[in-house]
């Protein structure tokens, strides 16, 4: 410790001079595993940097003394608890002046990052004069607040452009993806890239020697910044964000690009200055709220899952779209796995598209043999004997599956785990004959499994809670957020979804063309229109989980999913309600003038809230949050909403009931309020 420090205590941060007068602060959070920037770390760091200001020494390194990793971030709980006060520009103001301090210390300044570096982390790297990052896969820096309904607010919009240029600036921070520390070193956000043994020696080398940037970075950091260039960029950064995102349900792009294009060639403070009153005014956006909330529920769903769910050996039955793809992925994840089926050509196939699969995610290929050797055809089912969890994805018949388990159950180990990927089938009726209720589940995963989030475990009243808690550790091992969900018919998700594409079914019956109906889904938010989501499922996976739903929610098919012709299933088939080519639906044009009925939103979006509403009142999820969760992640229901739940509480529960009452009085029963519009939950 420095003399600077004498009589000073920290709570959060530890100092040490070093011999070559070097002094290296290190960021170890009090009482967490991980740090986050909370207003008590920032006014400590404060402190710190007007000693270090006052006498400087010959450098200062920024490092973190969590093996966990950098920084996180700012403190969300505490971000939630300003926004309710009123607080918000107070607490970007604080953030703002420390890094400030921090980048006029009157010495040389470095960040030591190892493992994850996102938002205020990478914020106070900008903020020193150079930055250094270990080479180790588990570095990665971002500033991902956009996925948050905000942007950088510490400095971290101001500062990155001019750094690396406005480009690849602005594409980091509009997309909120993260960068590995080589990438980050390629668009000259980081200095240099070292060994994680010699992090912090190689960063007090730098502080003391310093180095020059390339002279074409700095170039680019001043060109792409100045008011013609970002007259004519920003209009480009703006039409390819309307692409994926419409600014009234995601306004923190535009404002970003907005801020940029007016003050990006200006003095710091005036960029900061810019940037804190943007931010301040988006934190209060139900879009903000409502982002920051998922991020929440990401973070329950991810705490679900056990330590240790003792599995090496995965055994899949079933070698169709669903069955091949969770094989492939669990070999991905670096699991065992058998795959089983009734002829090899079916087999085949799902290797074949594995190989797609490891193709495009294992990008070194010298590593990829060892993957695909992961997965094995095993025709015979030799691979149940020693499998630890075997999961059944055969056709969606209660007969066919039971019979496969009286022929797969004493076969198994003792502590092994037999699964069901059914999408609507009770579990009640696939337990019975079963020797082991115990160790029975549903496994529901979706469609297509490498890139949807969310598995549904579903379990039913002999289930043993360890079960779950296996399941839910294996889950987090596939990087996949688990939802526990009652094993009543069509569960969570398919329950909520059904009456929706039933609905966009209905329409499109009466004439009202596939084009306006997905385009009044995607208005409203939703990631795909309905019609274009019965394609994509296949009419012939909708109509089954409509034969096994319709009963149960007092509900008719319409026509398109009564009898579904052979070779017009969706998109596997390229044709389907609509025509596919290339993987993409050829919608007919719509003729001009037409005009569609003024409550088509509200014919397909209040069924799925109806139903949402009833599953909570049923008991199918253990409260709002998880039916929320289960709901965005397994539908992509539009996150900016928070949910459905979220969504009736913010519209008013009584002004959506008597819209229900209105389409039920205009276009049949089907619309009758379900059970649950009286819950306290609601409000």
């Not at 530890?14 to 991980?34: K, M």
């Not at 999820?621 to 992640?633: M, Q, R």
Request: hydrophobic residues 45%.
């Amino acid at each position: 410790m420095t003399a600077n420090f004498d009589g000073l205590r920290f709570s959060h941060w530890q100092t040490e001079l070093r011999d070559d007068g070097v002094v290296v602060l290190a960021f170890d959070r009090q009482d967490a595993s991980v740090n986050a920037f909370s207003q008590d770390v920032l006014i400590e760091l404060d402190d710190l940097l007007e000693r270090l200001a006052i006498d400087p020494p010959k450098g200062v390194v920024i490092r973190s003394a969590k093996a966990s990793g950098f920084i996180a971030g700012a403190d969300l709980k505490e971000f939630q608890e300003f926004d309710r006060k009123g607080t918000v520009n107070d607490a970007i103001r604080r953030g703002q002046a420390v890094f400030q301090k921090l980048a006029e210390l009157p010495c040389p300044t470095v960040s030591a990052i190892h493992g994850f570096c996102m938002g205020g982390g990478t914020e106070i790297s900008l903020a020193c004069r150079y930055r250094v990052a270990s080479n180790d896969p588990s570095t990665r820096i971002g500033l991902p607040e956009t996925k948050l309904g905000i942007f950088p607010g510490w400095g971290g919009s101001a500062r990155l452009p001019s750094l690396v240029g406005a480009p690849a600036a602005m594409d980091m921070m509009l997309t909120g993806r993260t960068l590995s520390a080589s990438a980050a070193r390629g668009i000259g956000l980081v200095d240099k890239v070292v060994d994680k043994a010699v992090l912090i020696d190689s960063a007090a080398s730098l502080a003391l020697k310093g180095t020059q940037r390339p002279f074409k970075q700095r170039l680019l950091g001043w060109v792409t910044n100045t008011w013609p260039a970002r007259q004519l960029l920003a209009p480009q950064m703006t039409k390819q964000v309307a692409r994926k995102a419409r600014k009234e349900h995601y306004p923190a792009p535009y404002a970003l690009i907005n801020v940029w294009q007016r003050t990006g060639g200006s003095s710091i403070q005036a960029r900061l200055d810019a940037e804190r009153k943007a931010v301040v005014k988006l934190a209060g956006t139900p879009t903000a709220r409502n982002l920051i909330r998922v991020f929440f529920l990401t973070e329950r769903l991810k705490g679900l899952a056990g330590k240790d769910h003792g599995i090496e050996h995965v055994h899949v039955v079933g070698a169709g779209v669903m069955g091949g793809d969770i094989a492939a992925w669990s070999a991905y994840k670096g699991f065992n796995v058998t795959l089983q089926d009734r002829e090899q050509r079916f087999i085949d196939g799902a290797i074949s598209r594995a190989e797609e699969l490891f193709a495009k995610r294992v990008k070194d290929d010298s590593k990829r043999p060892a993957v695909a050797a992961r997965l094995k055809s095993d025709l015979a089912g030799a691979g149940i004997a020693s499998a630890d969890l075997v999961i059944e994805a055969i056709i969606e018949n209660p007969e066919a599956k039971r019979e496969l388990y009286q022929s797969v159950e004493p076969q198994l180990k003792a502590d092994a785990l037999l699964t069901s990927n059914t999408s609507s089938i009770p579990l009640v009726e696939l337990r019975e004959h079963i020797q082991r209720p115990a160790q029975f589940a549903g496994l529901h995963y979706f469609n297509p499994v490498a890139l949807m989030p969310l598995v549904e475990i579903v379990h039913h009243d002999q289930m043993a809670g360890t079960t779950q808690k296996r399941l839910a550790a294996f889950c987090k091992a596939l990087d996949k957020l688990p939802v526990p969900v009652a094993g009543t018919p069509g569960f969570l998700v398919n329950r909520v979804l059904f009456p929706y594409m039933l609905e966009a079914a209905h329409a499109y019956a009466e004439g009202i063309p596939g084009a306006v109906i997905d385009k009044a889904a995607v208005r409203f938010g939703m990631p795909m229109g309905p019609i274009e989501l019965i394609d994509t499922v296949g009419l012939d996976v909708a109509a089954g989980v409509g034969k096994e739903l319709s009963p149960f929610l007092g509900l008719t098919l319409p026509a398109a999913l009564g009898n579904v012709e052979q070779g017009k299933r969706g998109k596997k088939d390229g044709q389907g309600l609509y025509k596919w080519e290339a993987g993409k639906p050829v919608k007919p044009e719509v003729a001009e003038g037409y005009q569609a009925p003024s409550d088509l939103e509200d014919r397909l979006i209040l069924p799925l809230l109806n139903e949402a509403v009833a599953c909570l009142h049923d008991g199918v999820v253990a409260d709002a949050d998880l039916l929320d969760a289960g709901v965005i992640f397994g539908t992509g229901f539009a996150p900016f909403r928070g949910g459905p739940i979220q969504y009736v509480r913010s519209a008013g529960p009584d002004a959506l009931l008597e819209k229900l009452k209105a389409l039920q009085a205009r276009h049949g029963d089907r619309f009758a309020p379900r059970p649950g519009w009286d819950s306290p939950a609601l409000r």
